[in-house]
């Protein structure tokens, strides 16, 4: 329901030490306009228990949105306890479009502490103060227009000339809009001023959150602006608030008129002063006799071109580049890079966790105490602003409990950085290749490596709402968190698939040699048994302790594929077990491991199982599989090399095969975006 007060009855003025302190009065006096308490929304459909689950990850959430609270466009989003089904909090918070960013600091803090003071036990809640806003639910609200709940406040003082005042701030508030919506940059911002009387202007503004599409942005400002006439008629002041988007106006200039553009007149000011020596009836006769005529010569203009525009969208619209638009919907998500360097000791050696391909990897702690994972790219890695954008889109809306969550990035001038929660027992390879290390890895932990890492490859592959082809699974892409839990990182290489595609052709094969599929390797053929194959690679390195790329045993094997294929075909399987696993195995799951492994490395990728199959397979023992032939082998010469070359370089240009159809494919690493 819509809740109308008096300003004077929801404006009050908070007790505080400011003076005693030593803040100058003309400091506390623009605190208290900043961070006044306006209004709140508490359902109580919804409460959690004091010191739940739910609490903790609120506090959490407060905290993190407080720390954030220098975001450059006032506003930020973020999610606590995604892993944590029914305590999940979702939170955001949104500064006035012209505030400095101490001032939107200030607001935030005292915000996000007086928010639980205000609604104790209900999961959701929305608290308004002067200059910003803080949300926060049980469910997800980014980039949805919410229209309700919905607040206004008027002044108490009157206009004169009522009709023609309210006719004036329709007009002056619907320019805002549009500037809101069209121009209003990443912040959705607009503001307008007109004149009302010779010696009094209007000051309008419209906001909404920058997560919104345009199209959301205007249909919630629309709603508010069609709620001015019942709750603020002829009123010196007012205000709608709606949790995505709020709209005032006041005949003083409340916002900062030095940091937005520089407002336009809306329309020609009937009661100026007179110069001459006219008679004043003849200036009003000129004034009622010219100004009609003046607008609509105006205004026709206007109107025609606004309703050709709305054909025109309707029946041409502009197509937006999409990686574009993807990226802007993780903007939420991005760090200040005096933040990181706090968090990292400005990238010690002592916070180092590692060094990669793509740059080094470091530990760092948020100011609120979470603890992060760095990963810093170096200025002359490979991965470059499509890859970097690439992991930052997928990752930022992949949520699974085998997949690495990322919390944010920066990006500063060449400075490109992911920010991932902290992985404290590495990667799978610091364990699983060190003759130390490895034994702590026992047989039921590789086991539930394994499980874990093929359920994560299958919610790629089948149950996200996108189809996205890994393309370098390994090891040492392969995280364990705190209980040794397998979580598949590292998707600056991913490839994102439509629907019904089935396998793309691209020459520029990326991903780690040994692991790829002989298909991708040779001819640039990548389909979701690319990553099959790679998961066969990786269950064979888990069960033998050995590299892919380092294998050898001379005057027996090539490589482990083939040796792997002989000690299968010898009817010696348990030969292949890492010696330090002898103690501690299943028989029954080691050979069902060699088996599935063995599968997944076929030549052909028809042959190979679907990762639906692979996770039926190693959770059922009734499902069985067929025998598995001679796996693939591996350009392991020089003349296999220059062959592979020359196939680049005679191969067709770049296209990609559907159920239906045969399009082209940009071979970049980020493509296109699909709903599922």
């Known amino acids: 329901t819509l809740a109308t007060k008096t300003f004077a009855s929801t404006l009050h003025t908070r007790n505080n030490n400011f003076t005693k302190q030593g803040k100058s009065k003309d400091f506390v006096t623009q605190l208290n306009k900043t961070t006044t308490f306006i209004q709140n929304y508490c359902p109580n459909t919804t409460t959690f228990s004091p010191n739940s689950a739910y609490q903790t990850n609120l506090n959490k959430l407060l905290s993190l949105l407080s720390s954030n609270s220098t975001n450059k466009n006032g506003f930020y989003y973020t999610t606590v306890g995604q892993n944590n089904p029914g305590n999940t909090v979702y939170g955001a918070f949104l500064c006035r479009g012209d505030l400095t960013t101490k001032e939107c600091q200030d607001c ?37 227009a919410s229209e309700a709940p919905m607040r206004a406040l008027l002044n108490t003082a009157s206009v004169t000339d009522q009709s023609r005042f309210m006719q004036l701030l329709a007009d002056t508030m619907n320019a805002a809009t549009v500037e809101a919506v069209n121009g209003g940059g990443d912040k959705k911002f607009g503001t307008k001023k007109a004149n009302f009387t010779s010696f009094q202007n209007l000051y309008t503004l419209a906001q909404c959150t920058p997560d919104l599409s345009k199209s959301g942005c205007e249909k919630c400002l629309t709603i508010a602006t069609n709620e001015l006439p019942s709750c603020c008629n002829g009123k010196q002041g007012g205000r709608v608030l709606i949790p995505s988007c709020n709209i005032r106006y ?157 919390l944010g990035f920066c990006l500063d001038g060449e400075e490109k950085m992911l920010v991932y929660e902290l992985m404290p027992n590495k990667s799978l390879d610091y364990f699983l290749f060190d003759p130390e290390k490895a034994h702590q890895m026992n047989w039921p932990r590789r086991y539930k490596i394994i499980e874990g890492v093929a359920r994560g490859i299958l919610y790629l592959h089948e149950d996200s709402r996108l189809r996205i082809i890994h393309r370098d699974l390994k090891a040492s892409n392969i995280l ?129 199982p679907s990762m639906q199959t692979i996770v039926l397979l190693l959770s059922s023992h009734s499902v069985t599989l067929k025998q598995p032939q001679r796996p693939a082998g591996y350009i392991s010469s020089k003349s296999d090399q220059s062959f592979l070359r020359n196939d680049f370089e005679n191969s067709e240009k770049s296209t990609t095969t559907s159920k239906s159809a045969r399009v082209s494919v940009d071979e970049a690493s980020i493509t296109q975006v699909y709903p599922r």
Not at 120 to 141: G, H, N, Q, T
Not at 330 to 340: A, M, P
Not at 374 to 379: A, E
């Open 108 to 144: 935030v803090s005292i915000a996000s502490k007086q928010v639980l003071q205000n609604c104790p036990k209900s999961k959701e809640s929305v608290m308004w103060l002067a200059e910003c806003m803080i949300r926060y639910s049980d469910l997800s609200f980014f980039n949805v």
């Open 250 to 406: 006041e005949l003083y200039p409340f916002y900062h008129e030095s940091t937005v553009p520089a407002p336009e007149e809306s329309r020609p000011n009937p009661q100026g002063a007179v110069k001459g020596k006219k008679s004043r009836n003849s200036i009003v006769i000129i004034v009622a006799i010219v100004s009609p005529v003046v607008i609509i010569v105006l205004l026709t203009p206007l109107v025609l071109w606004i309703i050709s525009e709305k054909k025109r969208r309707k029946i041409n619209p502009v197509p937006v580049p999409e990686e574009s638009v993807e990226i802007s919907r993780v903007e939420f998500l991005q760090f200040d890079f005096d933040t990181i360097v706090a968090a990292t000791n400005n990238f010690s050696d002592d916070n180092k966790l590692g060094e990669g391909g793509f740059g080094d990897v470091y530990k760092g702690m948020l100011i609120n105490g979470q603890e992060i994972a760095v990963k810093r790219l170096s200025k002359s890695s490979g991965q470059g602003m499509d890859e970097f954008k690439n992991e930052v889109v997928l990752v930022a809306k992949l949520q699974h409990r085998n997949l690495v969550r990322i």
């Open 480 to 608: 364990l968190d705190e209980n040794m839990d397998p979580k598949i990182a590292d998707f600056g290489m991913a490839r994102i698939f439509c629907v019904d595609q089935t396998r793309g052709i691209t020459k520029r094969v990326v991903g780690t040699f040994g692991y790829m599929s002989p298909e991708y390797a040779m001819r640039g053929v990548f389909s979701i048994k690319t990553d099959v194959y790679s998961f066969g690679v990786l269950v064979l390195e888990i069960i033998t302790g050995k590299k892919i790329t380092s294998f050898r045993e001379s005057g027996y094997a090539e490589d482990l594929l083939s040796y792997v294929w002989k000690k299968w075909n010898d009817g010696t399987p348990m030969e292949l077990l890492d010696m330090r696993l002898r103690d501690s195995y299943s028989r029954v799951e080691v050979t069902r491991c060699i088996h599935v492994g063995l599968c997944c490395v076929q030549e052909d990728p028809n042959q190979r």
